[in-house]
Nanobody, 120 residues
Framework: QVQLVESGGGLVQPGGSLRLSCAAS????????MAWYRQAPGKQRELVAV???????NYVDSVKGRFTISRDSAKNTVYLQMNSLKPEDTAVFYC??????????????WGQGTLVTVSS
């Protein structure tokens, strides 16, 4: 089994910054991609940013230029640096990881979510 533990959420004022972390642990052979999703109240979950095993990244248009996704492959950890935060960024942020376990099974695992609130 593979588990994801997120951290770094909280309350921040508009224009502020936060850094989310997500650490994967368990029977991991390889991680193909790691991603951050978010779900705002009353809205569907949306993909915010994704990073592949070779470092390719992609972002939803609304966060381009403000958010940066990165990963430390040695630690099986992905980060989301969020700058210039706006009230509309308020959401529960979820980490997702996809890869292969040591026994050759594919996994597609979610974290428990961390709340980001942008408010003055």
């Amino acid at each position: 089994q593979v588990q994801l533990v997120e951290s770094g959420g909280g309350l921040v004022q508009p224009g502020g910054s936060l850094r989310l972390s997500c650490a994967a642990s368990g029977s991991i052979f390889s991680i193909n991609l790691m991603a951050w999703y978010r779900q705002a109240p009353g809205k569907q979950r949306e993909l915010v940013a994704v990073i592949t095993s070779v470092g390719n990244t992609n972002y939803v248009d609304s966060v381009k230029g403000r958010f940066t996704i990165s990963r430390d492959s040695a630690k099986n950890t992905v980060y989301l640096q969020m700058n210039s935060l706006k009230p509309e960024d308020t959401a529960v942020f979820y980490c997702n990881a996809q890869g292969e376990t040591r026994i050759g099974r594919a996994f597609d695992t979610w974290g428990q979510g961390t709340l980001v609130t942008v408010s003055s």
